[in-house]
């Protein structure tokens, strides 16, 4: 069983930053790919970066140039850096790992941006 634990939620002022992590049960590397999503209240869960096993990364229109995703093998953690937030980036974000046609999901972390 994937475990998939994401932490460093929070409430930020509009053009603040953070930084999500997503701590996996097991090797990164097992996965094909490791995803961010966001859902915000009363709308649709969407994607907003993807990373490979081999490192490729991509991104939603909307997260271009402010979010970073990354990761550690040592620790199994991947990351999403967030810059330049708006009010409209509030939304709960979710860590996906994708693994032989299986998505596995965390709990989730609150980010709230607003004055």
């Known amino acids: 069983q994937v475990q998939l634990v994401e932490s460093g939620g929070g409430l930020v002022q509009p053009g603040g930053s953070l930084r999500l992590s997503c701590a996996a049960s097991?090797?990164?590397?097992?996965?094909?790919?490791m995803r961010w999503y966001r859902q915000a209240p009363g709308k649709e869960r969407v994607w907003v970066a993807s990373?490979?096993?081999?490192?490729?990364?991509n991104y939603a229109d909307f997260a271009k140039g402010r979010f970073t995703i990354s990761r550690d093998n040592a620790k199994n953690t991947v990351y999403l850096q967030m810059n330049k937030l708006k009010p409209e980036d509030t939304a709960v974000y979710y860590c996906?790992?994708?693994?032989?046609?299986?998505?596995?999901w965390g709990q989730g972390t609150q980010v709230t941006v607003s004055s």
């Open positions: 097991r090797s990164i590397f097992s996965f094909d790919a």
């Open positions: 996906g790992a994708i693994s032989y046609g299986n998505e596995y």
């Open positions: 990373i490979l096993s081999k490192g490729i990364t």
